[in-house]
């Protein structure tokens, strides 16, 4: 049997920030984000005859400690259907060659996704997303489409932290510009910042407390579908975030003089009167939330602005999906 499944990526609006279990991946506090539709991952999973699982990446084979790391996760699904079937696993990232967009959101809810399905296990999407999780902590997320949260849970077995659905895509009033500041590979990984940021910053608990409560809010933004309530809840955690790692000891950053320039622009163009509000990750790049109307007039004002600038645009997207099924 060969299935194939596809997974959005998604950009997290209320950060998820600092583990309280590393190993588990389990998070200080719940996030919130919403998967976009212009970035996915399409992974085909087959069982084979070997002795060890293989890993293809957009048609490479993988290094061996890629390879490890894809087994680790593919064994609680052989764990679990008690079938101990060494399984090959073809993915295809489908993110703008160097765009230094994370993948790795999309990549383990589509290998979940498609791992439940050869081992016939019949998981939930919630269950599934605990699994994800497992991966990469971002993508607990992108199992789901739209508005999604990703409930921290307070259980030591991490079984319920999982994520939940908020507001369907096509219910969603907002899109994001990503506005591709520098493509290098980050020097410093979201897991090693966050780590370090846990122990060592004295911001770390303000963030923690704030998070909690900017949830709350957005929660109810979300409902009102108020979008200038969104965004400024949506920059002031990026912003709170990036704060964490300038305490941390040795204090770093993500953001590079570029993408001050661009947030002080969409700071600039909200003083005129557009809706728009910037966020950023583990990384330089910053994402401009914006009303789903508003989007191509502010891709514009970035052209003219910086007109060296790459830009992708992309709508609110689906949960993850089975493409196909051969038997
Ligand atoms: O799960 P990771 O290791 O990709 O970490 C994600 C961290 C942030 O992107 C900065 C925030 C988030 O919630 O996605």
Known sequence: MKVTARAHTNIALIKYWGKRDKKLFLPYNSSLSLTLDAFYTDTTVSFIDQKEDVFLLNGELQSKEETQKISTFIQRFRDLSSLEKKVKVESWNHVPTAAGLASSASAYAALAMALNELFQLSLSKEELSIYARQGSGSSTR????????????????????????????????????????????????????????????????????????????MKKAIAKKDIPMIGELTEKSALKMHATTLGANPPFTYLEPFSWEVIRKVQEWRQEGHTCYATMDAGPNVKILCPKEEISLLQQKIKETFPNLETICSLPGSGAQILSIEK
């Open 142 to 217: 992108s199992l789901f489409g739209g508005f999604v949260e990703w409930q921290k849970g307070t259980k030591q077995d991490g079984t319920d932290s999982y994520a939940v659905p908020i507001l369907a895509p096509e219910e969603c009033p907002v899109g994001m510009i990503f506005c591709l500041i520098n493509q290098e590979k980050k020097k410093i990984s979201s897991r090693e910042g966050m780590n370090r940021t846990v122990e060592t910053s004295p911001f770390y608990s303000g963030w923690v407390e704030s998070a909690a409560t900017d949830l709350v809010q």
